[in-house]
């Protein structure tokens, strides 16, 4: 009986303990869209059905690409990324669909992660697309690009 009760501490209090000493740190920092916030909290999929959760991003993405179906600029942004070798570190938000728009897009075409949630691009407060943020380890932005020619694009997609 001592040892399953052991057992059952290590597997699961100490886990809680480890969980509630990262909240507290994460409680003083905001969460956001602006320089110097925490990345929001959100679990969503893919246009293949691949969870994302907000949590786990750092690693694997470093770019937050915010656009829309109706901006010129940003289709041009997602021909530049579909047209790239590699573009495993890009996450691209986009709202929820139209369903009463003509405009059409595949999304499965790409190879990037797509969200479709505007409740998701609402938590980042974004006002302007193609908007472009940059993640660090630790789920801080560090920085917060508006893409107005697609000049500049490759300079606000470097890692």
Do not use: W
Not at 7 to 23: D, G, P, R, Y
Not at 116 to 124: A, Y
Not at 144 to 155: C, H, K, M, P, Q
Request: aromatic share 8%; glycine share 6%; proline share 4%.
């Amino acid at each position: 009986m001592n040892k399953v009760s052991t057992l059952f501490n290590k597997l699961f209090l100490t886990h809680n303990n480890k969980s509630q000493e990262t909240n507290i740190v994460e409680l003083d920092q905001p969460r956001g869209g602006g320089v110097g916030d925490l990345l929001p909290l959100f679990k969503v999929r893919d246009q293949f059905g691949k969870k994302i959760i907000s949590e786990r991003i750092p690693g694997e993405i470093s770019k937050l690409i915010f656009l829309s179906d109706t901006c010129a600029l940003c289709f041009e942004v997602l021909q530049m990324l579909a047209n790239q070798p590699s573009v495993h570190n890009y996450l691209v938000l986009k709202g929820d669909e139209d369903t009463y728009s003509n405009v059409s897009h595949k999304d499965f075409h790409y190879k990037f992660p797509i969200i479709r949630s505007t409740k998701v691009v609402d938590l980042f407060g974004i006002k302007r697309v193609p908007t472009i943020l940059t993640l660090d380890s630790a789920r801080i932005i560090e920085r917060v690009d508006e893409v107005a020619d697609i000049e500049n694009l490759f300079s606000y997609l470097e890692n």
